[in-house]
């Protein structure tokens, strides 16, 4: 009797769980776009054109390689709309009784599974290099979780960059080389853009037709959607950017988008990139001389470090992470994340990157719009859904804990020793926004105060009970308690009418 073999819309890689251990002469492939996976947020156009596209496009591989594949495109008729619906319709149609699946990447889609009213076999996607079990075991016991040691782990195991059993060089890491303040040039041009194909092409005009109200500009659409292209995108980065990756990696420029970012977060999430040959590409760069220690080991911590880790923590953690709320905060997104007008340069650019590229750097995604969502008392699941909808990477498994965890700390510090908030000094120092910006950086209060610095005070302030107590919040709490009563009174009472003013709609 034959399978049903289901492969998703992020799981487009032949070596995924379910394709290795399913029998191509009498197994089937099903593949479906479904309105329940292309609406559970309002997705940036340009990442369902990506998935789709994607899927289209690895769909034709398949065949091509000698699967039976059942293909459902968005607007078929017969669409059920929904994963489990689509696995019914081809069970009734084919006879097969039974499905083999890769676990999905979201509690969502496991629970819809797992409940399905048909037999499904769920296998650990081994796509990654630490398994479920594998994390947990390392976790257990720990009184904090600090993605410095599991990374430590990861390098012993995979053996990237060691020497012997010793790092590279003498170090674990080399991050205090990295992060100099930007450039006053960037020579990277950018990543690698690819002029749409037929099957692309049909995909941008069914997103078009489909997806035009949610927010985020679906062309030009340059985004590679095969592994072919993804390779070759990894490689003009490996050539091209890799080399100052870590000095630039936290900068951010008016005038460009991408400085040295990699710009394979899309890729590698629907499996058209292997982590594997993303580290192995970097570590062949250093070794043959082309890029520092600093850059490689830098650029290699986020993929087999932070990745893995915040994987590992999304299912450690169970369904309800994401409705994390420790510190409270209730305030509802302002309109400006999404393309709403505001005179605040930093997050007036990011917001218009995020919309014309799906994209934003990690430094802007903390501490821009992280660090202002933070600092403004949003309640941080309108801001997990705003991540998981605006960029072309995201996928819950990876976006919660950065977002829930890192950067709103409303997991009350599960792995971030302390929040990642700042006054406008970090965004001054870093970027070359402020100087364009209606605000002015350096005025704490008062006419023309950026509304980072009386926000930060006023955010220390209202969760000193929470936060008091941590000890690497000490310094920031003494600074406050420096300030004359007089002033930081008025400190929060212009932070809070500016809230007011943002919340009731106004231009800030
Ligand atoms: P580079 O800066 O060039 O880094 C190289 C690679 O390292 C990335 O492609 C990515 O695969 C990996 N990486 C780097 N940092 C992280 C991290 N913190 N967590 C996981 N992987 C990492 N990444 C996503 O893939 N999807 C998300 O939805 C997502 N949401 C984020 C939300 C917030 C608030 C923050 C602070 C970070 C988020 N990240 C997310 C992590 C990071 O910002 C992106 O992976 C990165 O910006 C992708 O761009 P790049 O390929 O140019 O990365
Ligand atoms: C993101 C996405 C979108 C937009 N559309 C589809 C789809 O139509 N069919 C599909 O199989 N997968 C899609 N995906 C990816 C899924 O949402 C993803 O598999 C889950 O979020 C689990 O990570
Ligand atoms: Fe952002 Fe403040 Fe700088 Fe303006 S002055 S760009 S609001 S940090």
């Given amino acids: 009797m034959s399978r049903l073999v289901l492969v998703l819309g992020d799981q487009l890689s032949p070596e995924i769980a379910a394709l290795k251990v399913a029998d191509k002469d009498r197994d089937i492939v099903v593949m479906a776009e479904v309105t329940d996976e292309t609406g559970y947020v309002p997705h940036h156009p340009k990442k369902i054109a990506l998935v789709l596209a994607a899927m289209r496009k690895f769909a034709a591989r398949l065949r091509d390689d000698g699967w039976q594949v059942r293909y459902s495109e968005l607007d078929d008729s017969e669409n059920a709309g929904s994963i489990v619906g689509e696995l019914l319709r081809r069970s009734e149609e084919t006879g097969a009784s039974e499905v083999l699946a890769t676990e999905p990447g979201e509690w969502r889609l496991i629970t819809a599974l797992q409940e399905a009213p048909i037999p499904v076999s769920l296998l650990e996607d081994d796509r990654f290099l630490a398994s479920h079990k594998a994390f947990e075991s390392w976790a257990e016991g720990r009184k904090s979780l600090r993605m410095e040691y599991f990374y430590r782990e990861m390098r012993r195991k995979t053996g990237y960059l060691m020497d012997g059993d010793k790092p590279e060089g003498g170090q674990w890491n080399y991050d205090k080389e990295n992060r100099k303040p930007p450039p006053g040039e960037v020579g990277f041009g950018g990543p690698m853009a690819f002029t749409p194909d037929a099957t692309v092409e049909a995909v941008l005009d069914l997103v078009e037709a489909r ?25 003009h980065f490996i050539k091209h950017a890799l080399p100052k990756f870590g000095d630039y990696q936290d900068a951010m420029l008016n005038d460009d988008r991408f400085l040295y970012h990699a710009l394979i977060s899309p890729y590698l999430n629907i499996g058209l990139l292997d982590l594997r040959e993303v580290c192995a590409a970097a570590e062949e760069a250093y070794r043959a001389g082309d890029a520092p220690l600093n850059a ?58 995020t919309r014309e590229e799906a994209y934003a750097h990690h430094i802007q995604r903390l501490m821009v719009t992280g660090n202002f969502a933070l600092l403004a008392g949003i309640d941080p699941a309108e801001v997990h859904e705003w991540y998981l909808a605006v960029y072309a990477d995201a996928y819950e498994w990876v976006e919660a804990p950065n977002v829930v965890g890192m950067s709103q700390f409303a997991d009350g510090g599960l792995f971030a020793s302390k ?36 926000l930060y ?21 003494r600074t406050w308690d420096r300030i004359d009563a007089g002033k930081r009174a008025q400190i929060l009472e212009e932070a809070e009418a500016f809230l007011e003013r943002m919340s009731a709609g106004e231009v800030v």
């Fill in 211 to 235: 997806f035009s109200d949610n927010f985020g500009s679906l062309r030009p659409f340059t985004l590679a959607t095969d592994r072919g292209q993804a390779r070759r995108a990894l490689a």
């Fill in 296 to 353: 490689v080991e830098g650029f290699i911590r986020q993929v087999i470090g932070w990745r893995e880790f915040v994987r590992g923590v999304y299912f450690l953690e169970g369904p309800d992470y994401p409705r994390n709320n420790k510190l409270n905060q209730q305030r509802k997104l302002p309109w400006l994340y999404w393309g709403g007008e505001t005179r605040m340069t930093c997050l007036a650019k990011t917001v218009e990157q």
């Fill in 419 to 454: 929040p990642y908030v700042s006054s406008g000094a970090y965004i001054d120092r870093m970027s070359d926004y402020c100087g364009s910006c209606a605000y002015d950086v350096k005025t704490k209060l008062g006419e023309g105060a950026c509304p980072f610095n009386l």
């Fill in 457 to 477: 005070w006023h955010f220390l302030d209202r969760q000193r009970d929470r936060l008091e107590g941590n000890g690497r919040m000490g310094n920031m709490y």
